[in-house]
């Protein structure tokens, strides 16, 4: 049976960095109003990024929320590939080492027809009523999708707010968002998770329900 496992590493580096963006890039992108953020979290595999991430949104008690996440997929504590999970429960296989096929970030195959028939449906502002946007991750793994980095270009364009985490390194979009104007920038490890998610909840206070 797999098991899956929480925190996402594809072998490549990572860096630990948390971005709040109010006015998002590039240059034509709106102005954010004040019931709106943009917040980028990454950092080292097992830091806590999925679980700091679920900690919000359960302590934010906001409805209307939309998105995914990813993690391991571990047989016999072997790491085989990620799979992703949307937070209406409806879940699937973003990449496995049985996948086959030229669309390959290190050993795995990605599934990218699933992940845009699937997932990326979901990060449509225009037409997903959600107040707040899950991303879990802008990874060289679903950047393979031209339909994903589009929909998280029109997300970060739009007046929704996202919570998001994504790759150290990388180009195209993985750069892109990192260098949105007006970002604010926090160390995130295990010793000081609770505090940056304390940081991240009073930034998102204005979406929690009455």
């Not at 906001?62 to 997929?73: D, H, L, P």
């Not at 085989?80 to 990449?95: H, Q, T, V, Y």
């Not at 393979?144 to 990388?170: P, Y």
Request: hydrophobic share 40%.
């Amino acid at each position: 049976m797999h098991k899956l496992v929480e925190e996402r590493d594809t072998g490549l580096p990572c860096c630990v960095l948390f971005v709040v963006a109010v006015v998002c890039g590039p240059k034509d992108f709106t102005v954010m109003s004040s019931n709106s953020a943009k917040i980028l979290l990454t950092g080292l595999p097992g830091c806590g990024k999925t679980t700091a991430i679920m900690k919000i949104i359960d302590t934010l008690g906001c409805e209307k929320v939309a998105g995914f996440y990813t993690r391991e997929i571990r047989q016999n504590n072997v790491r085989k590939g990620f799979s992703w999970k949307r937070l209406d429960g409806a879940e699937g296989i973003l990449a496995h080492i049985n996948i086959k096929g030229p669309l390959r970030v290190g050993k795995y195959g990605v599934d990218v027809a699933g992940f845009e028939e699937s997932v990326v449906p979901i990060l449509d502002a225009g037409q997903i009523a959600a107040e707040l946007f899950i991303i879990d991750e802008i990874g060289k793994m679903e950047c393979l999708s031209g339909k994903f980095v589009a929909a998280v270009r029109r997300l970060f364009a739009s007046e929704k707010s996202v919570l998001a985490t994504v790759a150290q390194k990388g180009a195209g979009l993985i750069s892109e968002v990192k260098k949105y104007p007006n970002t604010k920038v926090f160390n995130l490890t295990r010793s000081d998770c609770d505090k940056t998610v304390t940081e991240i909840l009073k930034i998102l206070s204005f979406l929690r329900e009455p």
